[in-house]
């Protein structure tokens, strides 16, 4: 397999977006009352940096069987590099706190399409 920043070179000259972010895959470390207990630390913390461009996307993930919740979460960053988007991720206070661990990869999104519109008049958007 070729080196990551060769491979980004590679799509971006077969005319791929090649945008590079960040994703974390969020886990608990076990203790339910702690990650309860630091919810609302961490959904302001995301709105904050949803305000400040850095929050892509973010949100829970099912189980495999994909019937049940288990408190494990997918965060998707916007950042300069791999370190500042650690920085990111460890200032979460979810891993703050040890309530949650997480692993960190690099994404470099090629393809896909996002329909929105948006209606001036009531200012409403619609992501349908």
Request: net charge negative.
């Amino acid at each position: 397999m070729p080196a990551w920043n060769d491979y980004k070179d590679e799509a971006r000259s077969r005319g791929a977006l090649a945008m590079e972010l960040f994703v974390v895959t969020t886990k608990p470390c076990g203790d339910m009352e702690l990650v309860k207990k630091t919810l609302p630390d961490h959904l302001k913390y995301q709105k904050q940096l949803e305000a400040g461009g850095a929050l892509v996307m973010a949100g829970p993930v099912s189980d495999a069987s994909g019937e049940q919740m288990n408190a494990e979460g997918m965060i998707i960053y916007r950042a300069e590099n791999l370190a500042a988007a650690r920085v990111l991720a460890d200032a979460d206070p979810m891993h703050a706190v040890g309530a949650r661990r997480y692993e960190i990869r690099k994404w470099l999104v090629n393809e896909g399409k996002f329909n929105f519109s948006i209606a001036l008049s009531t200012k409403e958007v619609d992501l349908a």
